[in-house]
């Protein structure tokens, strides 16, 4: 697709901008490439048939159904620790790529006799993908290019502003481990456990995910407020589905932060920004399982107009076809949010993050910078 100058200068705005990404399921966040690297070394030991597979892993613009499809061949290919490592270095090196200075990624932990996996043995193999990961911090991109940016350093005293600097620093990731709906409540109060006793690791909290249809909240409230006891943070899919009961309660238990909330009612709106929970919002997401019509009638919107804290997200950049520049992208272009604003928005997020206050002034140190930066060139 042929863009505009505009337009184009909008897209590289956006991929430089600094973001933290709050929303991001690591097996959603799969390259494609490597499912079909998978997939064909399954296809050559008998244990699959490349071709039931091959269009749905190289096609762009999947279906809800051909989405789920992938999925479910996602969780038959990952079953092994070094891969389940290598997907979560190679899902912090994109993020890195797309400019994300704080990520915080979430996944359910999962036990496999067969192959010697136990839940722990699960998110070990996830930290030491983290651990691996030393990207490139992506604000080099953002300070050190443009001649007009290196021209006003030059004569600033700005001693944090350094652009001959070509690796000012790394991206900082944290983990989430989700609790999946078709969990019982023995299952979801160890994957709590876990996360708690792990949290010197950088699991800093807990996420309720997977298929809106199945299961009951009630099975999931124990775990969830055994670790809303330990003062342990808690983000929960909600109103993907309409089903007013569970979006009462869910408001009720007063969790961290909502995602996607796309089916409210009047009055679970008003409680919604009454309560300022912040809302992480997947546009793409919400577009391509059907649960909003068009970004035109996206409640970002109104979240927006209401100063509600939001904060945008790519929910599963590998299955939906889209990168966190891409929802900014979409934010702008649909919203008019010019650039600034669009600054502004990633850099209020850091208040919703559930890292520590060391790392949030660190963080709001780099959005400082960048605002230094972007004055510089407005
Ligand atoms: P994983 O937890 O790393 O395996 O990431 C994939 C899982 O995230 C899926 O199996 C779902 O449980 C959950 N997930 C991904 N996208 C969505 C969504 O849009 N709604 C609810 N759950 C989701
Ligand atoms: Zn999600």
Same mark, same amino acid.
């Given at each position: ?9 909008? #897209? ?59 999925? +479910?061949?996602?969780? !038959? ?28 990624? @979430?996944?359910? %932990? ?11 043995? /699960? ?14 911090? %992506? ?42 709906? @078709? ?19 950088? !699991? #800093? ?33 909600? +109103?993907?589905?309409? $089903? ?9 238990? @007063? ?41 035109? #009638? ?5 979240? /927006? $107009? ?10 599963? %950049? ?12 979409? !934010? ?39 605002? /230094?930066?972007?004055?510089? $060139?407005?």
């Amino acid at each position: 697709m042929m863009l505009e100058a505009g337009e184009e200068r909008l #897209v590289r705005a956006c991929q430089r901008l600094p973001k933290v990404e709050l929303h991001a399921h690591l097996n959603g966040c799969i390259r494609p490439s490597l499912l079909l690297e998978l997939a064909e070394e399954r296809d050559i030991v008998g244990q699959l048939s490349l071709s039931d597979f091959k269009d749905v892993i190289l096609k762009e613009d999947r279906s809800l159904e051909e989405c789920f499809k992938l999925f +479910a061949l996602i969780h !038959i290919l990952t079953t092994d620790h070094g891969i389940i490592t290598r997907i979560t270095k190679e899902v912090i090196e994109d993020f890195a790529s797309e400019s994300v200075v704080y990520l915080e990624l @979430r996944t359910t %932990p999962k036990h496999n006799e067969k192959v010697g996996m136990s839940k722990r043995s /699960y998110v070990e193999a996830v930290l030491a993908g983290i651990r691996a990961t030393d990207a490139a911090f %992506p604000l080099e991109s953002f300070f050190a290019c443009e001649e007009k940016i290196c021209a006003s350093s030059a004569t600033m005293e700005t001693p944090n502003h350094r652009c001959d600097e070509k690796k000012i620093g790394r991206i900082h990731v944290r983990l989430l481990l989700s609790i999946d709906r @078709r969990e019982s409540v023995e299952g979801a109060m160890e994957t709590v456990r876990l996360a708690w006793e792990m949290r010197h690791l950088g !699991i #800093v909290g807990i996420d309720l995910s997977g298929d809106p249809c199945i299961g009951d909240w009630k099975t999931f409230l124990p775990a969830l407020t055994w670790a809303k006891e330990q003062g342990f943070p808690v983000a929960l899919h909600c +109103a993907e589905v309409p $089903n007013p009961t569970e979006v009462e309660a869910m408001l009720a238990f @007063r969790p961290d932060r909502l995602g996607h909330v796309c089916f409210l009612e009047d009055s679970e709106w008003s409680k919604l920004l009454t309560s300022g929970i912040p809302v992480e919002v997947c546009l793409t997401s919400n577009i391509r399982t059907n649960r909003v019509q068009s970004i035109e #009638v996206h409640h970002f919107s109104a979240l /927006y $107009n209401a100063n509600h804290p939001v904060v945008i997200c790519t929910d599963d %950049p590998g299955i939906f076809s889209t990168t966190i520049s891409r929802e900014y992208f979409l !934010i702008a272009s649909h919203f008019g949010l010019k650039v600034p604003e669009l600054l502004h928005l990633s850099k209020k997020a850091i208040d919703f993050t559930f890292a520590d206050e060391k790392l949030k002034k660190t963080l709001l140190r780099l959005f400082d910078q960048a605002e /230094y930066v972007l004055d510089c $060139n407005l």
